[in-house]
């Protein structure tokens, strides 16, 4: 089909609309603390059989501007979000050049979103060594051999690179943490709650931080309103 603003994707389906006639969101329902509140929708999304529930978008900004991309939640505590990677990878440049992000988890069968934004460090050396000794053996090898967000010539390089750092570490030896390898905690200083509604009037809650170190177990600490949809 050809639009008034030339051929486009698919629209039959870009112009489909889901009507979400599900429960909502209510001040009252909300539980006491985000943390329970995340808690208690993850575990609904994971019971409800939705693909990796933990994978969330990931927004950095950076020299080059904003960049988004999914990742997976390793940890979502009291303290914040744990995420790991590459530390040369392109999320790790723009987070040395501004230490602040935002991530949203979208459960979309459950219409049902939540965003955190706030700042990052760094996790200790050692802490990022005790997560990696837990990854499966391949995953390890993957780490210690790719460049990510770097040029390579093709798959077919990749797989020989692979292959030799699987040399270098015999199969009864452990896989030490790579240099280049880290992980980050995401300390938010919002969060939001967002349940989809009929004829698009959604009910949408943020809890703003009361202080930079707040914890999201800590009711508190947070101060709650409910946004426009």
């Known amino acids: 089909m050809v639009t008034p603003h030339g051929e486009s994707v698919a629209p039959e389906v870009m112009r489909a609309r889901v009507q979400y006639e599900v429960p909502g969101l209510l001040e009252n329902t909300l539980e006491s603390t985000p943390l329970q509140q995340f808690d208690k929708w993850f575990r609904e999304a994971a019971a409800a059989g939705v693909p990796e529930p933990n994978a969330m978008s990931l927004a950095t900004v950076g020299p080059e501007g904003p960049r988004v991309r999914v990742v997976l939640a390793k940890e979502v505590a009291a303290d914040g979000i744990r995420f790991f990677?590459?530390?040369?990878?392109?999320?790790?440049?723009?987070?040395?050049?501004?230490?602040?992000?935002?991530?949203?988890?979208?459960?979309?069968?459950?219409?049902?979103?939540?965003?955190?934004?706030?700042?990052?460090?760094?996790?200790?050396?050692?802490?990022?060594?005790?997560?990696?000794?837990?990854?499966?053996?391949?995953?390890?090898?993957?780490?210690?051999?790719?460049?990510?967000?770097?040029?390579?010539?093709?798959?077919?390089?990749?797989?020989?690179?692979?292959?030799?750092?699987?040399?270098?570490?015999?199969?009864?030896?452990?896989?030490?943490?790579?240099?280049?390898?880290g992980g980050y905690l995401i300390r938010p200083t919002a969060v939001e709650f967002w349940q989809g509604q009929p004829s698009r009037l959604h009910d949408r809650i943020i809890l703003r931080a009361a202080a930079p170190d707040a914890s999201l177990d800590d009711s508190a600490a947070w101060n709650a309103a409910r946004l426009s949809p």
């Open 85 to 181: 990677t590459n530390l040369g990878s392109a999320k790790a440049v723009e987070l040395r050049y501004d230490a602040r992000a935002a991530v949203v988890f979208a459960w979309i069968s459950q219409h049902r979103q939540v965003r955190f934004a706030g700042t990052v460090s760094e996790l200790p050396r050692e802490e990022c060594a005790q997560y990696f000794a837990s990854r499966p053996r391949e995953a390890q090898v993957g780490a210690w051999a790719s460049h990510q967000s770097q040029v390579i010539e093709s798959r077919e390089w990749l797989r020989e690179r692979v292959a030799g750092v699987a040399r270098e570490f015999p199969p009864d030896s452990d896989i030490p943490l790579p240099d280049h390898w």
